[in-house]
């Protein structure tokens, strides 16, 4: 496995690539551009410049997260074939930088969502919450103004201000977008970029939901396994895969992970290893990496990559904010350092004992 660790760029992140650099066992970072909105091309001038910001602190740059997709393209309008052009040459530009991973998602209007980003645990580290009830309660437009409210600062993906503005004219965007329709809309977008892919050797990984259910009734469709085999079935190829997010679909008890990994094992390009707690019907919260920190068994979902065989990007995902660190919501220092030496722990353990 290559050991990441996700970087949102010199002027986005709180933390200093020489910091990162410092964590034991990294191989590099899963970098972005954060002034790129969905739609737009990322030029290689652009992409190579964060390249050689990376390179030169030693670390590789692993993967991008997130090559946005443009709304046109998920509601299926007629505009997009022009974006799905800007991003296969996106797809082109990255891989000429030698860039063979994209994680990406497809979600109408809310990428990701949380109640409380910084929720105060007992110890006084903080972390991300997610209450259904609390939502049940808002208006969609309402979650905007939570998420920036409690943002610190910084800018979260998924949330750009750009975004609240055309709030309204998005919502109109997908009104009638079923479920099927997404599907449809996603598939129709592999089938022109997935050869491009496979030219340029750029595996795309598909985010899950998070929450992995519908909120604000809008049409979701990476929520569980048998969402994920539909989509990786559309166009069969290895570079139509998946980011495999613990976090993200294991906060739904019924996804059951370990048989999730064995069953579409092969097709995994990305993992983003989270572990939740479960607080009741769809409420958790985020916690530490280690399977005693929450509900999931992180040992059974390591072992399960380790005998499917996956060789490819791992990263610790959202970890608790610790010592008084300021950081983005999710994305401190302290909790996916340790997180990820938590994960090399039990890779560690698990390879020696099967030999
Ligand atoms: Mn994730």
Redesign the pocket.
């Known amino acids: 496995m290559k050991w990441g660790f996700r970087w949102y760029g010199e002027k986005g992140d709180s933390i200093p690539l020489n910091h990162v650099r410092q964590i034991s066992g990294i191989n590099g970072v899963v970098g972005t551009l954060l002034n790129k909105m969905p739609g737009d091309v990322w030029e290689v001038a652009e992409i190579q410049e964060l390249k050689e910001s990376i390179e030169k602190e030693e670390l590789a740059l692993l993967g991008i997260e997130s090559v946005a997709i443009h709304d046109a393209i998920k509601a299926g309008t007629d505009e997009r074939d022009h974006y799905i052009d800007n991003y296969i040459q996106t797809i082109r530009n990255l891989s000429e930088c030698g860039v063979d991973l994209i ?1 990406y998602s497809f979600k109408p209007i809310f990428g ?1 969502a949380k109640t409380t980003l910084n929720y105060e645990n007992e110890d006084g580290s903080l972390a991300l919450l997610y209450d259904q009830e609390v939502v049940d309660n808002m208006e969609p437009g309402d979650m905007y103004k939570l998420i920036s409210s409690q943002s610190k600062g910084f800018q979260l993906s998924g949330w750009e201000e750009e975004r609240l503005n055309k709030f309204n004219s998005l919502v109109e965007m997908y009104d009638g977008v079923t479920e099927e329709d997404l599907f449809e809309n996603l598939k129709y977008f592999l089938e022109k970029i997935i050869p491009v892919c496979e030219e340029a050797d750029v595996r795309m990984g598909i ?2 939901d ?1 929450p992995p259910w519908e909120i604000f009734g809008f049409p979701r469709i990476t929520k569980n396994l048998a969402d994920l085999k539909r989509i990786i079935s559309m166009v069969d190829s290895p570079y139509n895969g998946i ?1 495999l ?4 679909l294991g906060a739904d008890p019924e996804n059951d992970m370990v048989k999730i990994v064995h069953e579409i094992g092969d097709r995994i390009n990305f993992v ?1 290893f ?1 572990n939740v707690e479960f607080l009741g019907y769809r409420k958790f919260k985020e916690t530490a990496h280690p399977s005693a920190e929450g509900s999931l068994d992180m040992y059974a979902i390591m072992e399960a990559l380790i005998e499917v065989g996956f060789d490819g990007v791992i990263r610790p ?2 970890g608790r904010t610790l010592f008084g660190e300021v950081a983005r919501p999710g994305y401190g220092l302290y909790d996916r350092a340790m997180g990820i030496t938590y994960m090399q722990g039990l890779h560690e353990a698990i390879v020696k004992s099967k030999s």
Do not use: L
């Open positions: 994680c990701w985010h899950p998070d980011t997010c613990t976090g993200a983003h989270r995902d959202h």
